[in-house]
Nanobody, 122 residues
């Protein structure tokens, strides 16, 4: 059974940093491309970043320079380090997995997590 479990969300002040994690089980982790998405209240879910099985990364424009996606194949875990957080980054953050990185970028991963809430507020 494939499971994706996000963790590490919480409340952070504007300008602060937060690292969220996605632990994945039930798949050959090392062959999967992994992605982060977010959904703010009243908005559609949007793509944030992808990391391929080989470690190549790609970011949506709002994430470039502030967010860093990484993976640890020994721990079956993907991370998203978010710096210089803004109130508009407040959202539920989801992880997704697919063997095709293009499907990740297109918002069509095969497997989804349940999400973790990130709130940026003073």
């Amino acid at each position: 059974q494939v499971q994706l479990m996000e963790s590490g969300g919480g409340l952070v002040q504007p300008g602060g940093s937060l690292r969220i994690s996605c632990l994945i089980s039930g798949v050959r982790f090392e062959i999967y491309s992994l992605g982060w998405y977010r959904q703010a209240p009243g908005k559609q879910r949007e793509f944030v970043a992808v990391i391929s099985s080989g470690g190549t990364t790609f970011y949506e424009d709002f994430a470039k320079g502030r967010f860093t996606v990484s993976r640890d194949n020994d721990k079956n875990t993907m991370y998203l380090l978010m710096n210089a957080l803004k109130p508009e980054d407040t959202a539920v953050y989801f992880c997704g997995a697919s063997t095709d990185p293009n499907e990740i970028v297109a918002g069509r991963p095969v497997h989804w997590g349940q999400g973790t809430q990130v709130t940026v507020s003073s």
